[in-house]
């Protein structure tokens, strides 16, 4: 007993350095029928700082009966070196193989295989005596291990609820947002408390997943948005054995209160955190803008909504890169936001001067994003044309989204073996390109946002327009050989992503050259340009005169 305290006691420590980080990232869930062209979607702004950013193909593969794995540690944070050649390490843990594990496109977490299951992810609020150390999975192997072998969204839920219940999970609260072509699913994971060991009676990991209604978007951002569970309701609701009674007998929930039993509230202790609510607030009133002056409380935000109109793939990017622009919360126009109307707001988001606490706004779209996905996942297609993710490295404010097939054969290595780190930049790396050109427009944002985004309308757009002529050519060779289909795919992605890098790069360029020294040089002039009047004006109301 002593040294299990002693454990728990440990990782809870461990927890409390990382919270900083951990709380960051958005996932967004959009139905088939909330779509214009019919697909599933989800999305994950993997928001970190010190985390890889590579993104690689994971074969298919079959094993020989008995085959054992070894269930590696693979963290979240890295302080910023890439995955592959750092951060996997062994953990003495196996368990056994499946005869065949599907191939799959993976980042940090499990992206979208080749049978068209696609994951997104969030941190979310847990209770610290929730954590465990002893068991076999973090989040990151739970979503790999979905990829492997799940043919459903259904399907990957129970997976990886009944392999964190028998063989423990030791992660802290997180979200899975989970879709295939029919289905989007919420799935959100605790762990079974600091006493709980290999053997033991009770399940090594809580959890419940909830599924979207069809024609409707849910979002979850670092909070539970799981809140009633309808135990008679197996078409919308899957959970793991045991959740209500353990929080009585952890007294999180008096049955003689009257209340309804809360996931969200009893279980995972979720409060009311605008850096979370507000997010999947705004993501609701995007979607279902006839909505919006319903949606007031952002503490009891509904699990989803229907949406006013069917959204695009541009749609759903746009949500992503979102600073809360005109709303009441939008940060373009205050002191904080300099002359140039930059509405990032960079890390710590909480700081204290003299003795007070403050915060600056969090946003969707966030400066220190490692990368953002889009998933479609689309029945009508072949698995092998079907299954596509959109990869944005860096900040998805002005990212370009690449389409990447779950069935190509390899990836761009300027994707991931010449993609460099945050330790390590090269000229090669398709990240480092977009997050350079990211980070210069810093200096005089309400400028050279506006040349960024006509060039990812260029290359964005055009990839997105292209995007069904491209499948149409890949289903006529389809029809003949799927290999040439998938070559075919494999050839075409590679090659925009290195045309997208190479644009990028001759953009920071460019850049460079028309905003030097501060000044604006076009039309065969350099051009002086003053501070607005109304941020001068804010200047001279908040500071003394000597002091400008």
């Not at 409390?16 to 139905?31: E, F, K, R």
């Not at 979370?276 to 979607?287: E, G, K, Q, T």
């Amino acid at each position: 007993m002593r040294k299990k305290t002693f454990m728990a006691i440990s990782l809870v420590m461990l927890l409390l350095v990382a919270s900083v980080g951990a709380h960051a990232c958005t996932s967004i869930l959009v139905t088939p029928d909330a779509s214009v062209d019919g697909s599933a979607s989800v999305t994950h702004t993997c928001d970190s700082g010190n985390s890889p950013f590579e993104i690689v193909k994971v074969p298919a593969q079959d094993w020989e009966p008995g085959t054992m794995i070894d269930v590696l540690y693979l963290p979240q944070y890295t302080l910023g070196n890439q995955m592959h050649e750092y951060a996997a390490t062994p953990t003495g843990n196996q368990i056994p193989q499946v005869a065949h594990t599907y191939g799959y496109i993976k980042a940090l977490f499990g992206v979208i295989n080749e049978k068209q299951v696609a994951i997104g992810e969030t941190s979310i609020s847990s209770r610290r005596d929730s954590v465990n150390p002893n068991g076999f999975f973090d989040i990151t192997n739970l979503s790999i291990l979905a990829m492997e072998r799940a043919a459903t969204a259904r399907e990957a839920v129970q997976i990886m609820g009944e392999l964190a219940e028998k063989y423990g999970y030791k992660d802290g609260g997180e979200e899975l947002s989970v879709a295939d072509p029919y289905e989007c699913w919420v799935f959100e994971m605790v762990g079974p408390g600091p006493l709980w060991e290999q053997g033991d009676d009770a399940p090594g990991a809580y959890w419940v997943a909830q599924r979207v209604p069809d024609g409707h978007v849910a979002a979850s951002a670092n909070a539970s948005v799981i809140r009633e569970i309808d135990f008679d309701d197996p078409d919308n609701f899957l959970f793991s054995p045991g959740i209500v009674e353990y929080a009585i007998e952890q007294g999180w929930y008096a049955p003689d209160s009257g209340e309804p039993f809360s996931w969200r509230l009893h279980f995972c202790n979720s409060v009311h955190v605008p850096t979370s609510d507000r997010r999947v607030w705004r993501v609701l009133c995007l979607a279902a803008p006839s909505l919006a002056d319903t949606l007031t409380d952002e503490a009891n935000l509904p699990f989803s909504v229907p949406v006013d109109k069917k959204l695009s793939l541009n749609d759903i990017n746009t949500i992503q890169r979102d600073h809360y622009e005109d709303t009441q919360f939008d940060g373009r126009y205050s002191i904080t936001a300099g002359p140039w109307n930059n509405p990032r707001r960079y890390r710590g988001l909480s700081f204290r001067v003299d003795g007070k606490g403050y915060s600056w706004q969090r946003m969707i779209a966030q400066v220190q994003c490692e990368y953002s996905i889009t998933t479609q996942s689309r029945h009508w297609l072949p698995d092998e044309i079907g299954a596509v993710v959109w990869y944005g490295a860096a900040n998805p404010d002005l990212t370009c989204y690449v389409p990447l097939y779950a069935s190509m054969t390899e990836l761009a290595p300027c994707l991931n073996t010449e993609a460099g780190s945050h330790q390590k930049f090269t000229r090669d790396s398709y990240w480092w390109a977009i997050s350079a050109v990211s980070t210069y427009a810093d200096l005089k944002w309400s400028y050279m946002s506006k040349d960024i985004q006509k060039c990812i309308d260029e290359y964005e757009g055009r990839a997105i327009d292209y995007q069904s002529t491209i499948e149409a050519a890949a289903l006529e060779l389809y029809a003949k050989d799927p290999e040439r289909a998938i070559d075919f795919l494999t050839t075409y992605c590679n090659r925009n992503v290195e045309t997208v890098r190479n644009a990028w790069w001759e953009l920071l360029d460019y850049l460079i050259w028309k905003y030097n020294m501060g000044f604006v040089t076009e039309n065969g002039r350099v051009n002086s340009v003053s501070y607005p009047t109304d941020w001068l004006r804010r200047v001279v109301e908040l500071d003394e005169p000597d002091h400008y």
